[in-house]
């Protein structure tokens, strides 16, 4: 039998943007974030732990103890020129494009199909990899996870809610990766 890859990924804790309803820019933890992180579930055993890039996924891996290395492949969902903003302060037409459309980006920025593909390459890479790992990664990074393992399609991204602190788990087993449930 060959051996397991476990992935537990972990949704950065509390930010005011994330508190606000705003697209993030690369800011850090609010209190309660701080203290979310701070209250974390042990992780167990660990054999290489990740983060994304931004300051809000390295201090939630510092936060948890972890000697993380940044990981690019994992960085947020690049929303564009929407950075800062609310909801509902943009354009009607093209929220609407952007929330049903998985491969176009009215902001400029990255699309859906965009994040998964790269979520996609990163998971590919750890294929042949072994242990435990752990990432701290965002909500978005997580959804496109979920997406790769259960190979459904883009237009299901934002059917998938992923909370601050939110630990998912999944296997690979020689041939596919599994989802966890916990």
């Avoid at 203290?35 to 931004?54: K, T």
């Avoid at 920025?109 to 994040?115: A, I, K, R």
Wanted: contains cysteine; neutral net charge.
């Amino acid at each position: 039998m060959s051996e397991v890859v476990r992935l537990t990924l972990v949704s950065h804790a509390m930010t005011d943007a994330t508190a606000a309803g705003r697209f993030p820019t690369d800011e850090p933890l609010n209190a309660l974030g701080h203290r979310q992180a701070d209250a974390a579930v042990e992780l167990g055993v660990i054999d290489a732990a990740y983060c994304g890039p931004e300051k809000r996924a390295r201090q939630t891996a510092e936060l948890l103890g972890l000697s993380a290395a940044v990981e690019p492949q994992l960085a947020d969902l690049d929303c564009g020129s929407w950075r800062g903003s609310v909801l509902g302060g943009l354009p009607p037409a093209d929220l609407a494009v952007w929330l049903t459309d998985p491969a176009r980006a009215p902001h400029g920025g990255e699309t859906v199909v965009g994040l998964v593909n790269r979520v996609r390459g990163w998971m590919d890479s750890l294929a042949s990899t072994r242990g435990r790992l752990v990432a701290v990664t965002h909500p978005a990074v997580v959804r496109a996870a979920i997406m790769v393992v259960l190979d459904a399609p883009p237009k299901s991204f934002w059917r998938i809610d992923i909370a601050p602190m939110r630990r998912t788990v999944m296997h690979f087993r020689g041939q596919a990766w599994t989802l966890r449930s916990s």
